[in-house]
């Protein structure tokens, strides 16, 4: 069991989680939100989760990406804890769990009004389902061509803010790609920054990382890129809501949507750091506190909002 927990990386889960919370808190902003809706869409988001990282110890396992020269924990087949065959199962058992969970999420939020809505999101889950499997997984796996940063952006920002803002409101609005693109533009970062770190072994493997592909300090360039660009796309988000929250400009709860920016000072610190690292493998430092960032900023954003 312990094996099992470590090869769940349980860690990884917060950051997949942000993206969730901001939905709910931008529908509770709006007075949609609902309680069952929210635990389901976590729960399934989890199981995502945990799906991802069982079949990307999976594939890089047997693709031999992970070796001795891999940073950071070790993986599960790696390091002989589970076997391939073992892990092969935990990945199937994993599905029809991630899938149950999901059809349970849909139908509690679209039947018996919104027959046609619920086939769409089986749909977009079944896609989520694949995109978690052949980011390593398969002949012709996108992570290793330098496509992981597209689909976690899709996938981590607009799908899980967006897609779970819809099961409350049953409506989508355009403006709220600004924050969906803000989650999805952090949860990158995390990924650039797990390549950043893994670039001299992914080389050796041939996995062609988007990191990989721009070269160690053009990927830093990137990272502050990816790191500054929430706060200006979220910002922008309250000024076209302005009216909606600002009641007078000299009351103090008018600045609580802005209460988001407390994070540009540790997000700075943060981007300095990682800026002026010069060996891979000391990145694997900024991994968690640029992960715990992501989920703070999604929550700070989201109550700013909603409180």
Same mark, same amino acid.
């Given at each position: 069991m312990k094996n099992w927990i470590e090869a769940a990386r349980l860690r990884t889960l917060p950051l997949s989680l942000s993206g969730i919370i901001l939905g709910g808190l931008l529908a509770k902003w709006k007075g949609d939100f609902d309680g069952i809706i929210f635990g389901l869409s976590c729960l399934t988001t989890i199981l995502f989760q945990i799906l991802s990282n069982f079949a990307n110890d999976y594939g890089d396992g047997t693709k031999g990406t992970d070796n001795e020269l891999r940073v950071g924990p070790a993986r599960a087949i790696q390091s002989g804890a589970i076997s391939q065959s073992a892990m092969f199962q935990g990945? *199937?058992?994993t599905i029809i769990l991630s899938l149950f969970s999901s059809v349970a999420l849909l139908w509690y939020a679209f039947i018996?009004? %919104?027959?046609?809505?619920?086939? &769409?999101? &089986?749909?977009?889950?079944?896609?989520?389902?694949?995109a978690a499997i052949f980011y390593t997984m398969g002949k012709k796996p996108y992570g290793y061509m330098g496509l992981g940063d597209v689909f976690v952006f899709i996938f981590f920002g607009w799908v899980s *803010?967006?897609?779970? !803002?819809? $099961?409350?409101?049953?409506?989508?609005?355009? !403006?709220?790609? #600004?924050?969906?693109?803000? *989650?999805?533009?952090?949860?990158?970062?995390?990924? =650039?920054?797990?390549?950043? +770190?893994?670039?001299?072994?992914?080389?050796?493997?041939?996995?062609?990382? $988007?990191?990989? +592909?721009?070269? %160690?300090? =053009?990927?830093? /360039?990137?990272?502050? *890129?990816?790191?500054? $660009?929430p706060f200006i796309l979220c910002l922008i988000f309250l000024l076209i809501h302005q009216n909606e929250f600002i009641v007078k400009l000299e009351s103090w709860s008018s600045l609580k949507p802005f209460l988001f920016f407390i994070l540009f000072i540790p997000n700075t610190i943060?981007?300095?750091? &990682?800026? /002026?690292?010069? =060996?891979?493998?000391? #990145? !694997? $430092?900024?991994?968690?506190?640029?992960a715990l960032l992501a989920l703070f900023f999604a929550v700070f954003f989201g109550m700013g909002l909603s409180l």
């Open positions: 990945i *199937v058992i018996p009004t %919104y027959k046609k809505e619920f086939f &769409i999101f &089986i749909g977009l889950g079944i896609a989520c389902v694949l *803010v967006l897609g779970s !803002d819809f $099961l409350y409101s049953k409506t989508f609005t355009w !403006d709220n790609l #600004l924050p969906a693109s803000a *989650v999805g533009l952090f949860s990158v970062a995390v990924l =650039n920054l797990n390549n950043m +770190r893994d670039i001299n072994s992914d080389k050796i493997s041939n996995k062609k990382t $988007l990191a990989l +592909r721009l070269g %160690y300090q =053009n990927a830093k /360039y990137y990272q502050m *890129v990816l790191m500054n $660009l943060l981007r300095r750091k &990682i800026l /002026y690292t010069k =060996n891979p493998k000391d #990145l !694997d $430092l900024y991994m968690k506190p640029t």
